[in-house]
């Protein structure tokens, strides 16, 4: 099936008995066993629920892994693919990726004895200088947060390879729809499925989705261990969002291609971060290993944050809210909102300033978006 045949079909037939055309919700915390040896493949739903199972199927086929867990956040499906490497091991992951991942492995995984290095990724010769003897992982986030910056997937799983490492993307920026890292040889992705794979802002969750079935049973294993799994209602609003994804990232790419070009032109904007854009140094990249640019657009703000609050101040559509990947339109400051977690100077390294602005375009008619930001600039010049 093609893939929005998929997005809609997979995961969905489990009522035998009704026939329902949609996939039930199973709400209940226990099952029944038929003996004290055998039951019908569910006993607690911590470990595995009907309804949770549906979801794994369908993001496991668009995917194309062996298997996929689902969790309870896009954080605990982080943590949930960490569980890969251990105490003493060494992660490589970029300078520049989003905040609240940054802070997990800075903060809490290097106190418990996992060791990682922030480099440019887009860099691949950085990312093997940065390669020690007790190397385990790589951690890729491309398009990056909220920089938009893109990372070589065929280069850096061919060092990975090269070093015997595993290799786990975050492909939460472009879902399934836009970009496919298990095709590249990457090991493993990860979405907060709170995005657009839900697609409302109605529900948070995560999912981990494997290429081998080794690092799947494991993953498995862990997610049932530590109770990471998402609840079957959440897993039901995630595979409803589903259904539509095909037709929504094509919605949300419509109006950023607009508001990216939009801003470019405009003399208020110093530098607009958008692959689409055939001025952005990763476009050709992009244009190789994905199937479409995507629905996050950043840009530079001239003027700080005097100028920043001008402008946010005359918005109507877009709301100033962290998150993304939802139908309606956000407007996120990564200084205070989404990367105040880093510290400032690792921040303005990473090349995040006082002026950066990040967008989730919704789906809203690109002339409403665009005349939205009109009003915001308009503001900042008089």
Not at 49 to 69: F, H, S
Not at 149 to 176: C, E, G, R
Not at 376 to 381: K, P, T
Request: aromatic letters at 8%; a negative charge.
């Amino acid at each position: 099936m093609k893939f929005e045949t998929r997005c809609v079909h997979t995961g969905v037939d489990k009522d035998a008995t009704y026939l329902s055309a949609t996939t039930p919700i199973y709400p209940t915390s226990t099952f029944r066993w038929d003996n004290l040896d055998s039951h019908r493949g569910f006993d607690y739903t911590r470990s595995g629920n009907p309804t949770r199972k549906a979801l794994e199927e369908n993001l496991a086929a668009l995917e194309g892994g062996v298997d996929c867990r689902a969790t309870c956040t896009g954080m605990s499906a982080i943590v949930a693919a960490l569980q890969l490497v251990a105490p003493g091991d060494h992660v490589i992951t970029g300078h520049d990726i989003y905040g609240g991942t940054y802070r997990l492995f800075d903060k809490v995984l290097r106190d418990q004895g996992i060791d990682f290095s922030f480099v440019d990724m887009g860099q691949p010769a950085q990312v093997e200088a940065a390669i020690k003897s007790n190397t385990k992982a790589i951690w890729i986030e491309t398009p990056s947060n909220p920089l938009l910056n893109i990372v070589d997937l065929n280069a850096i799983v061919a060092i990975a390879k090269k070093h015997q490492l595993i290799t786990m993307a975050d492909n939460t920026f472009l879902s399934p729809y836009f970009q496919r890292p298990l095709d590249h040889g990457v090991d493993v992705v990860m979405h907060s499925t709170t995005k657009y794979l839900n697609g409302h802002s109605d529900v948070v969750g995560g999912a981990v989705i494997c290429k081998h079935q080794q690092h799947a049973e494991r993953i498995s294993y862990i997610v049932n261990a530590m109770g990471l799994a998402c609840s079957p209602f959440d897993a039901w609003l995630v595979l409803r969002g589903v259904k539509t994804l095909g037709p929504r990232m094509e919605a949300h790419q419509r109006g950023a291609d607009a508001v990216a070009r939009f801003l470019n032109e405009h003399p208020g904007v110093e530098k607009v971060y958008y692959p689409g854009l055939p001025t952005h140094p990763g476009h050709d990249l992009a244009k190789r290993q994905q199937f479409g640019f995507g629905a996050m657009v950043s840009f530079e703000l001239n003027g700080g944050r005097s100028a920043v609050e001008k402008f946010l101040s005359k918005l109507k559509i877009f709301q100033l809210a962290e998150s993304l990947g939802g139908v309606e339109s956000l407007i996120d400051y990564p200084d205070t909102m989404t990367h105040s977690s880093m510290s400032k100077e690792d921040r303005r390294t990473a090349g995040i300033t006082e002026n950066t602005l990040r967008l989730s375009v919704g789906i809203e008619h690109p002339d409403d978006l665009i005349t939205d930001l009109a009003a915001g600039l308009s503001a900042v010049s008089q």
